[in-house]
């Protein structure tokens, strides 16, 4: 496959990211990049990204525009979108009606109306549209998906999705963050703050591998680092339609944590806990029996095909979160390729998320968000 | 000091727990004791207390009544309680009454009404009054709490506690408990199922290491086992008067955990996390620094006398449950024996939980009750 | 149970662990002492061991006279003894004879000659003779003991026990020990050193759950605080009778580490783990298999009896090395009474380490040193 | 650079991971190889290789001629050699003669003969030669290695490199290796068995992070799983040159295990521990003081240069294999890079595995052989 990366040249470190997950396994190549909405820094970003400076354009609709005119056999097959959250909707949209699949970076945007308008143009379009959750790429976070659709955890009455960082208290009162200084500002990112940058991936995860659906939820926010007016710490108490109780419970004022995304499920059978700065084992427990750890292990009988169908090394050799993120690639290529033949795509039935999915958590970040307005009262789904 | 025992009778382990723990230091000898409500049980039960059969009693207030008429170097110091929470109240206040100081295990009642005579039983007699919330006798809780009182974390904005088990998935539909059949009975046991049981020591040890209190909270609670009407499964939301925020979590119906307390503390310098069932340790994490792992140690000079001052023994011979229980009885001791030599008791500045602490657990109960009651709405404190 | 202690006047702990240890389950009392080899410290003693000040005798000869000659209901069942290593001998051998049971200190002396005495001593007085290699006490050791002997991890093939500490870089060069000053001095102790102190500990785990036994072992051992000539780091290998292959690491200079003793077992089924400071957990792994974790859990029909019978507390609630010293008490009580009430020992039977392991103890110094010194050429067991 | 790839067609995965690690930087293109010693079998990878099928040699001889006589801006700069141990010396070796770089597997070769001759072949061709002892490009071996040069850890007594795997219990008794059957094959593959597949990255890791050098080592070691007549497990003992001691365990019949490498090294100031399975996380360790977790984080400043220059992501999003991996190509790629421009080589410095490391690791297997053979006697290194 054909890459084409838009943002990517700042500061951040996440169009890097996109850039090694999409070529891990040698099955894409990056072409071309608009890799700044600054012209000379896009050309400039060539270099890095070891892109041919031809195609490193000065915006992403001049990127558009000339991909779209070559040779079939030269233009990028899918674009990556890993600019502000802001900004998603119109270069996801305009690069689907382009004819490209599309790559995009979490949040998928920032309003209900804008993911209404990314659904109706993937589902017009005919494209691909895969989101960067990829903290469920993880092969345990598909084995854990796995055995609850199996009924291996019996009915679900629980699940708690903690996502903590610190890095905010690095910051001084007036200091503009190195990377994502747009995130601070509601103007450009909404109304959300850490729920969008985090909330929404613990909120996706527990989505992701139970597959409840909220009925109703609450949430209560604050904001205690005064470098904004934007929530840093939050819970989200959530009540599924399939009768479990959730909470979601976000941070990015905790002193010295680092990236610590935890879930736990409850069921009625078994429970299971994971931890994403140990991603290479999941806890099984249940009462009466020994804790079972399982390992990521491609060799492993007692792993599903879901698992061991993303795990490249074996067990016992750590995979981790680059190799994680290209399995979203990974499995997008997939629906790519089929697409690409004339096949159908099963939308519904994506191993990555989609474009729902998508959607689903823009709804999380608005109903957290009119609840936390609201005296924290209940907010339909 | 010589100790009587109200309960421990019955199939549960608390008795021995007390009888064990009020005696580890050798500063005790429980000479006394009422520990069944049968007469013949309570009986039958001195031999397994190896207490002499003529001081096993047939009910609490024989107990109370004859102790309380034998010459005073030979009647006993104080009155144990562990009977079921509905009886608390009314034993310990004539225990109070009769000149016994009194050791209770919790929670201290299940109505306000009960929490304020006891405060005011207590008050009024002088007696010493200790609630065995134990968890607060960990050496690494006394760190945290000397921590967090010297300021080392800066000031608290968020605390999180869960207690999470999973027996109740043993019981049959229709099963009695063995042990503590009264805490399904709301006749007799109140409102709170788990919420009694394992949620308010969480709630006790973030109040008791972080000094915060509530200025209102909300709840949402559930009933999944099947076995009572009675909440097994709840999640707490605080809002502190000083700002912070407080998740309170708890659960009998998490399969395959045992006995799993954990608390983190989120300060503006530095944040802790702790693990009842890995006791011997406490992480404390700043943004910038190495995780510095403290161990429970008498000999360590970083720990404060708070914490080094309840070791028994050289770090990395793990100490645990029964010794942390031990720690709450012989700071109990020392407040009798202050007391008891005509001394002052200085109730609010105990390192023990006190009845005030009693009545907190008892007010948290009753509002997240009436939050749950009211579509969990803000309740204030 | 009436106990007299020898020794635990001094510095150290293990007096006082030997006193909450022998009396945690109200199974015995201590009513006599001789404390210290300096008869006026002993009677200070008393008071700290709460026993009479007329049973805190001058001298451990003192002691042994006085009690044999007390009314059989007055005087003590049995003798701890608590004194520096090469003086065990003399006292648990004239205590025996005197008639007492003996639960000594490890290791058990300090000369293959003088262990040989104890044997025959304890052999021909019919007493019961129990050795504090305490760590045999933990539940979970008793589990990994009991699933070895029922084949549960097929053939053994290798052992591996570690045990590091790191307290003597907290030494001046000519600093004293606080605790144990003998433990320093060739004359006193012996030629071993850390060997004696925690190598003969993991040596004793390491036969007492697999059962095997040496038939050659050589050893390279080291000195590099500077305290004295004798060695604070080694490590033994051994070859076992079965085929086994041993290998045993102790090292008191490891810095920052407190008492990590670690052994693991691997089979020709499966393979076992466990770490001392973490006691309340077992680690069993099986080739394609989750790793399955046992808990130390008296309702965990999952375990032996061998585990559940010593354990005080429902699992979850964490026990730890009090309570695992008290089970050697609580063994040897058994046999104590057996043999008080005309019963038969069976000493190659016994649960708790015995004097025949407390010889074994004694030749593994032996032969290890006899290996250093021979340019760690092997030597027959 | 342009990348050759020798072998890698095989069942076993390690072709890949050379692949995948020397192009995850996008630095390398991977444009030619000679995947199998059997033509048609190596024709058949080029698809799986993404290589363009004129590239993919029917043997690494006609690689090695038709590449060198390619035009510069064309051919190969270097060869990646991941074929059976007994084929690298003279594939490198020829490869470095016609003017490639060389990064090969581990081993480096199976006798000390040819390990001279690849020494003197290096040196005589001024080719970079990198050896994939991969585990030294984790960040925190780097850090590792940086603390114990600038004397963090004062000076090194003593270290402990343990490597146990689990999978040769997986095989029946007649069963052939799907990889590596050669690997029992003394013919082949010389006479270590694990000791060569494992106990040399222990020891390559220990040497590397300490710089310590031995001057005499013994070994013993067995064949349990009765597969062949190789070992599967051993332990070697060193007395290394500046007076401390090494003890090196290595084994692939421990039930369970996956690739359990775990490092230990204590110094008179501190000591650390890590564990390959866990590989964002390294312990340090000092008397008196908590336990320091450092991070694999790149924006820590308490980390060395040496540990942030190889990191590629943020802190508590973990790497792991294949990123340390990528590490030893990086840093290759330095010095091939340096070379090509002209400049000087300092082999000895080189922060990856060089050519001297080889060696060295083939005399400790020799060593050890030699010893296990002469009844454990210590050997001069």
Redesign the interface.
Known sequence: MRMALVGGGGAG?IG??H??AA?????AV?VAGAFSSRPEKSKASADL??VDPSRAYGSWRELLDVESRLPEDERVHFVSVATPNFTHCEIACEAMKAGFHVVCDKPMTISLDDADRMVETAEHTGRVFALTHNYSGYPLMRQAKAMIAAGE?GDI??V?A?YV???M??MEPDQQQDRGAWKSDPDKNGRAGSLGDVGTHAFHLASYITGLEPEKL?S?M?S?SGHHELDD?G?A?I?FSQGA?G?I?W?Q????????LSI?V??????LTWR?????QLC????????????R?P????LSAAATDVC????????????AFANVYRNAYEDMRTVNAGGTLDRRASVYPSVYEGRAGVRFMSRCLDSAEA????QSW
């Open positions: 470190f890097k990211v850039a090694t070529t891990m396994d040698n099955d990056l990204f070891r955890l009455i629980a708690r903690t960082q610190g890095w208290h690095g609450m209560q604050s205690y710490y819970h108490m009540q109780t909470c419970t941070s004022v905790t002193h010295g944590r680092l990236n610590d736990e409850d069921g009625t059978k078994a429970a994403q700065e140990e991603p290479n099984v427990k249940a009462l009466g029996q020994p804790t079972r750890v399982y390992e292990d060799g492993a009988a007692y490249r090394i074996p067990g016992g050799h750590p995979e981790a979160f680059l190799e005296d924290s009262r209940w």
